[in-house]
């Protein structure tokens, strides 16, 4: 029997290769005669870099850059094995993981720029972006400052950073923006559909969770349309209601004005991985994540993954943190949908006893699949 294990990381808790061998281990404890195949997933979030790196036989390169609000912490990008292509993880300098407070209103994506930069300096020119998992919400200006760009207020005074001041910036000037970053392919790894503003756009979807209070969103909303505004009449294009726009706070509308595309962070990492050829061999398929609801449906991993299954006539299960609301969707996708909790407790004992969990879940379901084969 062949089985390919396939799982996201489990957000603050796992990484992608933790979460596979805790699953792989429970799995041949019920069916030791079992090949398995573990292939830790992405979709542009965390643990991006760690997966493409897997798959690429690459290498990481540690840089300094700015945390969201200034502070200076060791980041760093993958390179991959080809030692042309960079792939950076906004989350790793920008995001949720980096911070101990949340205050999108101050956050900025400065140093996600930096990283470009210093790739762009040591002569790389294919840059993949991977978003998800941010914590600011400012319309990618920080990333554009740090590349070049200067944004001043009415006084013509620079605008200070965050995403709570972009409506201060009466005049943007990108012509310091450096050369080669045009000279460069750069990919948004990402499969947030969001476009930019609106009810439906990067402030009202995402903001609550990143601490933008409710009765705050419509003024931060308007604040990255002004912001849009500006860049638009700059570049000569309209992008902010491109799908993907805003994503990771509008970081990707700002990676949209330096001429990148957007493609399938989950699509991507696949593609790298070889997750196709696996699966076309296999006879069942594991995947994951940290916690799975109706929102899975639009482009995570799992449902990514259950897809090429599917397309192979292979039977796919989901194994999670939890299942949220609505996770009944998914069963149009799963065989079946298990969390890994096993009795009443907290996300943080959840968390603290991640790894004993999978492997106590992946052997019940062992247990179903040996069934199966009678």
Not at 8 to 27: A, N, Q, T, Y
Not at 46 to 73: H, M, Q, S
Not at 268 to 293: C, F, N, P, R
Not at 297 to 308: D, L, M, Q, R
Request: charged share 20%; glycine share 12%; with cysteine.
């Amino acid at each position: 029997m062949r089985i390919v294990v396939a799982p996201d990381s489990f957000k603050e808790c796992l990484s992608g290769p933790e979460v596979g061998k805790s699953i792989s281990d429970g799995l041949s404890a019920h069916i030791p005669e079992a090949e398995i195949d573990i292939l830790p997933m992405a979709d542009g979030g965390e643990g991006t870099v760690e997966a493409l790196v897997y798959a690429a036989n690459g290498r990481t390169v540690e840089v300094e850059a700015e945390d969201p609000f200034g502070k200076k912490i060791m980041s760093g990008y993958g390179v991959l094995g080809d030692n042309q292509t960079v792939i950076i993880e906004m989350a790793k300098v920008a995001g949720m993981q980096v911070i101990s407070q949340r205050n999108p209103m101050k956050a900025s994506t400065y140093g996600v720029g930096e990283l470009m930069k210093h790739a762009i300096s040591n002569g790389y020119r294919k840059i993949i972006v991977g978003l998800g998992g941010s914590a600011t919400n400012d319309g990618g200006q920080g990333m554009l400052q740090a590349l070049g760009g200067k944004f001043f207020d009415i006084s013509g005074n620079p605008v200070p950073l965050g995403g709570g001041n972009v409506n201060e910036i009466s005049k943007i000037d990108l012509s310091g923006i450096i050369p080669e970053v045009y000279q460069s392919k750069i990919i948004i790894a990402s499969d947030v559909k969001t476009q930019l503003c609106g009810k439906d756009g990067a402030t009202y979807v995402f903001g609550p969770q990143k601490g933008i209070p409710e009765h705050k969103l419509a003024e931060v909303d308007q604040g990255i349309s002004h912001f849009a505004n500006l860049i638009e009449n700059e570049i000569g294009q309209k992008i902010r209601e491109i799908p993907g726009s805003g994503a990771a706070g509008g970081l990707g509308f700002g990676l949209l004005a330096l001429n990148a595309e957007i493609q399938s962070g989950a699509a991507i990492v696949a593609e790298a991985m070889k997750l196709d050829q696996y699966i076309k061999h296999a006879d069942w398929v594991i995947t994951g994540e940290g916690k799975s609801d109706f929102q899975s449906v639009y482009g995570k991993v799992p449902v990514h993954v259950a897809e090429i299954a599917q397309n192979h006539g292979v039977k796919t299960i989901l194994i999670s943190g939890a299942l949220g609301e609505n996770y009944q969707q998914l069963y149009q996708y799963f065989t079946s949908c298990h969390s890994i909790s096993n009795r009443p407790m907290s996300l943080n004992e959840s968390i603290e006893n991640a790894k004993q969990l999978l492997y106590e879940t992946a052997y019940n379901v062992a247990r179903l699949i040996q069934l199966d084969k009678r």
